[in-house]
């Protein structure tokens, strides 16, 4: 159980295009759900939480504009870089929270290179 | 933000060692995480703690709940292999429910 999915999970881009990231529970229901960004050997940075049905909060110094975050249903949260470029190149990890403690469970990544 | 000092940042042992990390804060936590993140992919929960005090095994690893809520450990019993990987603490503190990540230990086993 406690399965997240997230995609894609590489994707090259030009400078100025728009990505798309997916993250999908899939078999539990999240009320919440978290994205991080993590650069080489660095650890977890939060960027945002969002929880169903309303607005992401997003942590000091992350770009509600330049991130965009939905999170229309229990069991999916997207991230879109918008208008991305090549300082946006990083490994952007997801997780879902389920439980009484809203323990978080990860998905897999996407690795975004931005050209 | 906050984070967690876990320690140490990395590890060279042997196969077959045994392995001990560590994670403390000044602040009280309610939970205690461990995590596995091998290279490309998302982190794998290994062990939650809940209660000051827990000592929870899983496999080859053991981790406890200090009795002052502040902090941690995580062994790791005749490493193999496998274990190479980052492993990260986490904790969700008390006066706030927010969870914090330690930095991570890398370890890595000599051939």
């Known amino acids: 159980g406690a399965v997240v999915s997230q995609h894609p999970s590489r994707v090259i881009c030009k400078s100025g295009t728009s990505v798309k990231i997916e993250c999908r529970s899939l078999d539990f229901q999240a009320t919440t759900m978290f994205w991080y960004r993590q650069f080489p050997k660095q650890s977890l940075m939060l960027m945002a939480t969002s929880n169903e049905g309303s607005k992401a909060t997003y942590e000091q110094g992350v770009e509600k504009d330049k991130f965009l975050i939905n999170h229309a249903s229990l069991t999916l949260s997207t991230l879109t870089v918008t208008s991305a470029h090549p300082e946006d190149s990083s490994f952007y990890i997801c997780?879902?929270?389920?439980?009484?403690?809203?323990?978080?469970?990860f998905g897999a990544g996407t690795r975004l290179s931005v050209l | 933000g906050q984070q967690l000092n876990q320690s140490p940042q990395s590890m060279f042992i042997q196969e077959g060692e045994d392995v001990s990390m560590n994670c403390t804060s000044s602040s009280i936590f309610n939970t205690w995480l461990w995590y596995k993140q091998d290279p490309g992919e998302g982190p794998v929960l290994l062990i939650a703690l809940y209660k000051a005090g827990e000592l929870t095994s899983n496999g080859r690893l053991t981790a406890q709940f200090g009795i002052t809520r502040k902090d941690s450990f995580l062994n790791i019993s005749a490493s193999i292999p496998s274990d190479v990987g980052i492993y990260f603490c986490?904790?969700?503190?008390?006066?706030?429910?927010?969870?914090?990540f330690g930095k991570g230990t890398r370890l890595h086993i000599l051939p």
């Open positions: 997780s879902a929270g389920t439980g009484a403690k809203n323990i978080q469970y």
């Open positions: 986490a904790g969700r503190r008390s006066r706030d429910d927010k969870i914090i």
